[in-house]
């Protein structure tokens, strides 16, 4: 997607210069072929360090929630399933959508540097798009990679190309389509499982986290001031996981507090250090809230109510929950 | 220097580990860890880094500090430290081991952290040379030499050898334990070795972070960088998780906690991270109230606090775990080169 | 690796003591199940936290006990204003500190108290234990009931059944808090 | 730290006889904060409680735990207690020891141990209580009804003899509602103008009530004692001061050919009009929509016929904002369209009416000037059928799933009054059942069958077709399981009724939930059938769900009755155990303002100061006169910014704590 990086740069600069934003938000090149950062630009002559190319997974709306105050009206490059995330924080007035000046970018499916060290390719240089391809040049020569196996796990099944809410686009007719996995298939594996063999699955996987918080920091939704895990007054803070049952309880809570509101954008295990698939913890709530309460996307809109602000008199029982599985 | 093929390096593992306990870099959960060795694990030396860093054996992420038992109104205090055990991490790298002398300055100054100290004590530690740095290494900014590793034990592995060569007291006296396994490296070894270690450093020459410099930092002018105006930009990518702190094999800073376990309050100690909000929170509020502070205490700590006290010795050794780590791409590298370079852009 | 000793302090920790099982206890309550015998012999009391709503659960369990009807003495209930103040932390939190069951008990659906409370929920505890359940923690182990004002048989007999369920069931290893057992 | 005193009670035998009171009086000693425990034969009597006075006084006791019987039997004793003695009664937990343990267990050593556990629960609790005190609001002494039919204007005239101001708001211009529109009533048969008009005249003579017709409710704000209602009085273009409603305008206005509401639409009226003749007020409105001045500016008849020179085309709306103590829901009903009831021809033969409108033929003031007559011919029928349930107890998609419940009568009821009249008309009823659960309802229903002889078929309708100029009915006789054709001059549909579709718009500003068939839901379906889930507003007649006219007269005045219940009193206390929102945690998303069922959380943009730093945040207040207490906020809030006071989080936790040590 670097093809539109003039054009986003035309579009900031002439807001800019409009005074119709007071700053950009997007992301500035880095230092290496895969580490481009979420920035702020304030002026025209900034935007040369504007960047956006398979490495920009980073989901910006974040920023909106503590910045969106204190910048003025922010111009904001969002991908599709951004948009997602930013409609959620706008119907939970975390962000006011007057504030926010976005522009929609066309995405061909980000990319995952891990991905590739995972192939064993060591001291990356250089990644150059070529058309199916990525042509890693590295310390120790040059590597090929197909780009469908270096995307971003949330990119293997893609909301699609469409902008929920956006003031412009640019590219969003030229976004590649990608190979469209079924999001809830890992859930539904892990589902046939005995308890025993989930149990067992969850306890290697949380036993690795290091209770860095990067996943509700990145977590769009998790916006809370403070978090009930950082309140002393709480009674559940910790700083540490200090037991099996602290693994657990923090990303048990972390799920139920985002269910619902949680778009599936997968921040929680893009940036997991630890490598634990955190999303499947969201898509299972995802999962049983379509099956049980019936199609639900969270950010398709502004103004919808999550599904546990709500009820019907019919729902169903919670002991009938596993009646439920694997219909959909 | 002794060496071993590389074939026999499961019975060097089984032999060290019939007396100690043996660390080294294992597959669990998709991420390759120091974990315990068993029969049969399959080491793997082919990533450079292991998800956490060999300061976990010596400053846990937590550790039980005291337990206070209550029988009615009565409490008792009972020390109820972790047992000590004797092991040995296998397979560290030069940038890791560095990364001891800074943690052993913090923790053994007066008084003494006895927990530090005790493992310590009971730590041994066999580093491995990088026969591939990785495109973010950047520890000879700092001094380190990728080739030549350090440790208790330094190893090469090269042409299907291990090459061994113990460096302290510790270090040879189990390689006197072990000597049976090995036999010497000769000449042609120490020549094999002398190679081995020319390959890396052509290949450190050609790294991205080979120019990286700490000029700007060294001597005086410390508040003129607490001041410098690109804290501003630099912090706000930054999410405020403590990613970097916690993979960082520098980062020292802890908090004590209480657990009410319903029969007494276990006390024991936990990482922190002063990128978190609650840092250093105290009755009054936090000291570093805001993000941009919080950022800028970080690295203030590693570039300028930390060698003001510590004889010009930076906190940080270069092993690039915060380039990979990072959510958001925002790193040491980045703040040096930013603040390196013009300090009132 | 020293930092992580949890995992074996856990596999040589003493098996939960059976803190309220006299010898002599009534062998209508006392239903020793295979596989759930304890090493001294005796048979694995469950610990049960029930919730209930102040207006109908509560006053159900009033009501069993004007009736006089008896069920184990390991269930302790925790009385609420209403079902939906039951946080999820709150179960966990039963979980953590050694309880083998978490029952909620709720007025019937249509007839809360608050009116809508209870279908609140009944959502909300539908997705927790279908994610505790995803997680391999016994699906057993929880459990909501609606019982009325008027149901006080039911609710001594669901308190039966369920304590009967969690015996079969055995101790609650995997949500346990090992420190809370020293 | 708190020092506890620990009472418990052998409650006679009843605890003591099964627990070990002595036992727990010394077990809870080592408790943390526990100063003083004793045990006594009946903590509730006099002798009880002046223990525990006295222990508070002694040991200087800064809460108390009761080891007893259930709270709900005796909290309020032991907190009047406490309270006495200069404790706040909220220092005080009950541990029920008997209904939960004495009671139900038969084991000693098994109850002792038990009752120890959940007296450690209550001390648990009990070391993070605060002291509570309840709220308190004042009550603006004046009520609003919106809607005035029968249930509006029997609330209004029971609120306003009691001696309390009342308003009206009625949305068209006359009071009355659906009621005017009827001939009889069943089953009594009395005319209902006669029995209503006199009210209506009441209602509007009362020196304690207001009538704002033509008008309606815009926007309303406060909350139960206190609510600031926003009412839009629409322009009637007619001075109602100076209009003495002589008619003359009516007569004059020049276009004649706007549909009637009044009769259902089967006749035409002029722009100018008095709904009907007892309207109160009577006074004209001119319908702009169908007035020649206003649509095509060239016209002024009515404003040259007035001697009064009430005509005021200027007129544009006027808002008023009035302050009330209670709000009654009275929006009433209207007959469901029948559209997509095609089979049965209603769009296309005008000889097929809903009851309503067959009630307006039957009436002397309707369209045929009382005269039983066909609309499509002018001629008398010979043969009239009725069918009821026609959208009611439906299940096809089309209809309602629930009983109108009044069409059982008034078919009868219509039916015996064709048959007194004509006793030469054959008149058939088509039923699935005959439903008559009233008194004399059932004798009435026999009297129309058997004394009138109209024809009752169980059977349901299939369809009913033009033919020769008549109608022509084809259903299925159930009881005799065969096909009829029964030919037909008038078919009467009983179509369902619904809710009026503004209760909605009114519903929201109050906060009143509807069912999924859209009647306003009750506090509580048995025991509050009169209050809505919000405090201070309350339901009358057809709004609520299907009811007839003695039991809307009858809902009418018990919510008369609950108004006054209300604003009988000075001032409003509250329950002190309501939410209560950190300001400085509270993230403003509004999740708990969603599920509120009182609608008591609101947000305000506010500065908080946030560790030593002032900043502008939307947080949650709570009404603490609306909120009923029961929390569902505190778990929807993810920050835990919401809590319950009296069952904090931290007290509930700190339970939990205790009985799974």
């Not at chain 1, 809230?289 to 398709?300: H, K, L, N, T, V």
Request: proline residues 4%; aromatic residues 8%; charged residues 25%.
């Amino acid at each position: 997607m670097q093809r539109i990086i003039g054009k986003m740069r035309e579009k900031a600069k002439e807001l800019l210069e409009a005074g119709t934003v007071d700053a950009v938000l997007g992301w500035k090149k880095g230092d290496f072929a895969y580490d481009p950062t979420p920035a702020f630009f304030y002026s025209t002559d900034e935007l040369d360090m504007l960047a956006y190319d398979g490495f920009c997974g980073s989901n910006l709306s974040k920023y909106l929630v503590e910045y969106g105050k204190e910048k003025g009206k922010v111009l904001v490059f969002l991908k599709p399933c951004d948009t997602y995330s930013l409609n959620q924080l706008v119907s939970e007035h975390r962000v006011d959508r007057e504030n926010v000046y976005v522009v929609g970018v066309g995405c061909d499916g980000m990319l995952d540097v891990q991905k590739l060290r995972d192939k064993g390719i060591a001291g990356i240089e250089e990644i150059e798009e070529a058309g199916e391809d990525l042509r890693i040049h590295t310390l120790y020569g040059l590597k090929t990679c197909p780009r469908d196996e270096a995307l971003l796990k949330k990119c293997q099944s893609c909301k699609g190309k469409e902008h929920k809410l956006f003031d412009d686009r640019i590219g969003a007719e030229e976004s590649r389509d990608i190979a469209n996995e079924d999001r809830f298939a890992e859930v539904a594996e892990l589902e046939k499982m005995s308890p025993e063999e989930r149990f067992a699955f969850w306890r290697a996987a949380l036993s690795s986290c290091i209770r860095c918080n990067a996943c509700r920091e990145a977590c769009p939704v998790c916006s809370c001031h403070t978090c009930i895990f950082d309140n002393a007054r709480s009674g559940v803070d910790a700083k540490a996981n200090a037991s099996e049952f602290e693994e657990n309880l923090f990303h048990i809570i972390r799920a139920f507090h985002v269910a619902g509101r949680c778009s599936d954008c997968g921040e929680c295990s893009r940036v997991c250090p630890q490598a634990i698939p955190l999303h499947l913890l969201n898509r299972k709530m995802i999962k049983d809230i379509q099956s049980f309460y019936g199609a639900f996307q969270a950010g398709d809109s502004a103004d919808q109510c999550s599904p546990l602000l709500s009820y019907s008199p019919d729902d169903i029982e919670p002991d009938a929950f596993d009646r439920w599985k694997g219909v959909m | 220097m002794l060496k071993l093929p590389v074939s026999q390096m499961e019975e060097l593992f089984a032999s060290i580990a019939s007396e100690q306990s043996l660390y080294l870099p294992l597959e669990t959960n998709g991420l390759i860890a120091f974990s315990r060795w068993e029969e049969g694990k399959q080491a793997r030396f082919d990533q450079l880094h292991c998800a956490g860093s060999v300061k976990d054996f010596f400053f846990p992420q937590t550790e039980n500090l005291a337990l206070f038992k209550t029988s009615g109104k009565e409490i008792h205090i009972e020390e109820n430290r972790d047992p000590e055990e004797a092991f040995v991490v296998f397979g560290v790298r030069a940038c890791d081991a560095g990364s001891l002398s800074i943690l052993d300055r913090v923790f053994y100054d007066e008084p003494a952290d006895t927990f530090y100290q005790t493992r310590r004590r009971q730590g041994l530690i066999i580093t491995v040379a990088c026969n591939a740095p990785e495109e973010t290494c950047f520890c000879h900014t700092f001094g380190l030499d990728a080739a030549d590793p350090g440790g208790d034990v330094a190893v090469w592995l090269l042409e299907d050898m291990l090459y061994w060569d113990s460096r302290t007291e510790k270090g040879h006296a189990l390689t006197e334990r072990l000597r049976g396994l090995f036999e010497e490296a000769g000449d042609q070894g120490e020549e094999t070795v002398r190679k081995g270690k020319a390959d890396i450093g052509k290949i450190i020459d050609r790294l991205p972070l080979r120019d990286l410099s700490l000029e700007r930092f060294a001597g005086d002018g410390m508040m003129e960088k607490f001041d410098a105006p690109q804290w501003e930009s630099l912090q706000e990518a930054c999410l405020g998780c403590g990613t970097c702190t916690f993979v960082c094999p520098t980062c020292h800073c802890y908090d004590i906690r209480d657990f009410d376990t319903g029969h007494g309050i276990r006390r024991f100690r936990c990482w922190d991270s002063c990128m978190f909000s609650d840092f250093t929170l105290m009755a009054h509020g936090n000291p570093r109230p805001s993000r941009l502070a919080r950022f800028r205490q970080r690295f203030m700590h590693k570039l300028a606090y930390y060698p003001e006290n510590h004889e010009g010795l930076y906190a940080c050794v270069g092993c690039g775990r915060c380039i990979t780590k990072c959510p958001v791409s925002m790193n040491i590298t980045k703040v040096i080169k930013t603040l390196g370079v013009d300090q009132h852009a | 690796m020293p930092m992580s000793t949890e995992s074996q302090v856990q596999a040589n920790a003493p098996a939960k003591a059976p803190t309220n099982a006299p010898a002599n206890a009534p062998a209508n309550t006392l239903i020793n199940t295979p596989g759930n015998e304890e090493k001294d012999g005796k048979a694995f009391r469950p610990l049960i936290v029930s919730f209930c709503c102040n207006w109908c659960s509560y006053a159900g369990a009033d009501l069993a006990g004007s009736s006089r009807l008896t069920y184990p003495a390991d269930v302790k209930i925790i009385r609420v204003p209403c079902s939906c103040r039951i946080n999820p932390l709150f179960i966990l939190r039963a979980f953590q500190r050694g309880a083998d069951g978490v029952i909620v008990n709720g007025c019937h659906p249509g007839d809360c108290h608050y009116s809508t409370g209870n279908f609140y929920t009944r959502r909300r505890m539908a997705l927790l234990f279908s994610m505790l359940d995803f997680l391999g923690i016994e699906k057993e182990r929880t459990r909501v009931e609606w019982v009325s004002a008027a149901e006080g048989a039911r609710f001594a007999s669901v308190m039966r059944e369920f304590v009967e369920q969690i015996r079969r069931l055995g101790e609650n290893k995997k949500l346990g808090d090992i420190r809370c057992k020293e | 730290m708190l020092k506890i005193g620990v009472f418990v009670c052998w409650c006679g035998s009843n605890i003591a006889g099964t627990v070990d009171v002595k036992a727990v009086v010394e077990a809870v000693k080592a408790e943390p904060g526990v100063v003083f425990s004793t045990d006594y034969q009946y903590m509730c009597s006099e002798g009880g409680q002046s223990a525990i006075r006295q222990a508070i006084k002694e040991y200087e006791l800064g809460g108390v735990v009761i080891c007893a019987c259930s709270p709900r039997m005796h909290e309020t004793t032991f907190r009047k207690a406490a309270e006495a003695a200069g404790l706040n009664p909220y220092m005080v937990e009950i541990a029920n020891i008997r209904e939960h343990c004495s009671w139900i267990h038969k084991d000693k050593e098994e109850a002792t141990e038990k009752a120890v556990v959940l007296c450690r629960a209550a001390i648990a609790k009990l070391n993070l209580n605060k002291p509570l005190f309840p709220g308190e609001s004042g009550v603006v002494k004046r009520a609003l009804v919106i809607g005035g039919g029968i249930a509006g204007i029997q609330t209004a005239l029971d609120i306003a003899d009691a001696g309390y101001e009342v308003d009206i708001v009625e949305k068209s211009p006359t009071i009355g509602g659906r009621m005017a529109q009827l001939d009889k009533t069943f089953p009594t048969l009395d005319c209902a103008a006669c029995i209503l008009t006199p009210k209506m005249v009441e209602a509007a003579a009362h020196e304690k009530i207001r009538l704002f017709t033509y008008s309606e409710v815009e926007e309303v704000s406060g909350y139960v004692g206190s609510f600031r209602v926003k009412i839009r009085q629409k322009a009637r273009s007619v001075n109602r001061e100076l209009c003495n409603g002589c008619g003359e305008c009516i007569v004059k206005c020049p276009s004649k050919t706007a549909s009637n509401a009044f009769d259902e639409g089967l006749s035409k009226r002029s722009a100018i009009y008095i709904p009907f003749a007892q309207a109160v007020p009577n006074l004209p409105v001119i319908d702009r929509e169908a007035c020649l001045r206003f649509q095509t500016g060239k016209c002024g008849l009515c404003e040259i016929a007035c001697s009064a020179k009430a005509i005021d085309y200027e007129q544009e709306d006027e808002t008023i904002t009035e302050e009330y103590g209670a709000i009654v829901l009275a929006t009433g009903y209207r007959p469901m369209s029948l559209d997509r009831y095609d089979e049965f021809q209603y769009s296309q033969s005008p000889d097929v009416l809903t009851s309503l409108e067959f009630e307006r033929i039957l009436n002397a003031s309707g369209p045929t000037g009382g005269s039983l007559l066909r609309l499509s011919n002018g001629e008398k029928p010979k043969s009239i059928v009725f069918i009821q349930c026609v959208g009611s107890r439906s299940d096809d998609g089309c209809g309602k799933s629930y009983c109108s419940k009044i069409c059982c009568m008034y078919t009868a009821k219509q039916a015996m009054l064709v048959k007194d009249k004509y006793p030469d008309i054959d008149v058939t009823v088509f039923y699935i059942d005959v439903r008559t659960p009233g008194k004399n309802f059932d004798e009435f229903y026999r009297r129309a069958a058997e004394a009138y002889g109209v024809r009752y078929v169980k059977g349901m309708v299939g369809k009913v077709a033009e033919w020769k100029g008549r109608l022509q009915v084809q259903a299925v006789d159930l009881l005799e399981d065969k096909q009829l054709l029964i030919d037909a001059d008038m078919v009467v549909l009983a179509a369902a009724i619904e809710p009026d579709p503004g209760a909605r718009k009114i519903g929201a500003m109050l906060a009143v939930n509807m069912d999924q068939n859209d009647f306003f839901t009750e506090a509580h379906p048995k025991l509050r059938p009169v209050e809505s889930p919000t405090a201070g507003v309350f339901l009358s007649g057809m709004c609520q769900g299907p009811k007839d006219i003695p039991e809307t007269v009858a809902q009418a005045g018990a919510a008369a009755v609950k108004v006054l219940g209300l604003l009988s009193k000075d001032k409003l206390v509250g329950n002190p155990c309501v939410a209560i929102s950190d300001e400085t945690l509270c993230n403003g998303c509004s999740s708990c303002e969603a599920l509120c069922p009182y609608d008591a959380i609101t947000f305000e943009e506010k500065q908080v100061m946030v560790q030593g730093r002032r900043e502008t945040r939307r947080v949650a207040m709570v009404n603490e006169t609306m909120c009923q207490g029961c929390g569902a906020c505190t778990v929807a809030c993810p920050s835990g910014a919401m809590d319950l006071k009296g069952f904090t989080n931290r007290q509930i936790m700190a339970e939990v704590d205790a009985i799974c040590r």
